[in-house]
């Protein structure tokens, strides 16, 4: 199986701005924070990213998803599948700047959007 890098991005940090329409929010109990970047300029065509903090259940135990819109990924994407994902938090979210990968047993492509579960 050959291996490449579709995507590499960082989200950059920063509260929301309502007017730029992009940044980082959080709900109340800072256990969800959800990036938006609402602009034409998109780090890696990532407008969104969501990540949810599952530590009361499985300590460390997060759950990640993004999502992007308008990325000239190519065909290669398709020869890739499964995809793989590896996401590193820097601080403050990370004391220690964790880091965690997952390749997933499903993905589909169609009409030019693939899913992974």
Not at 92 to 114: D, H, I, N, Y
Request: one cysteine or more; proline letters at 6%.
């Amino acid at each position: 199986m050959r291996s490449h890098t579709i995507v590499d991005v960082s989200i950059p940090g920063g509260a929301f701005g309502k007017v730029t329409g992009i940044g980082w929010k959080t709900n109340p109990k800072h256990t969800n924070w959800t990036y938006t970047n609402k602009s034409d300029t998109l780090p890696g065509a990532i407008d969104k990213v969501v990540i949810v903090d599952k530590s009361a259940r499985t300590p460390g135990l997060v759950a990640f998803s993004a999502a992007g819109k308008k990325g000239l990924f190519g065909s290669g994407i398709s020869l890739s599948l499964p995809l793989t994902l590896t996401v590193g938090f820097d601080p403050p979210l990370s004391v220690t700047g964790q880091c965690g990968q997952t390749a997933f047993a499903l993905c589909e492509m169609k009409r030019g959007t693939v899913s992974c579960k």
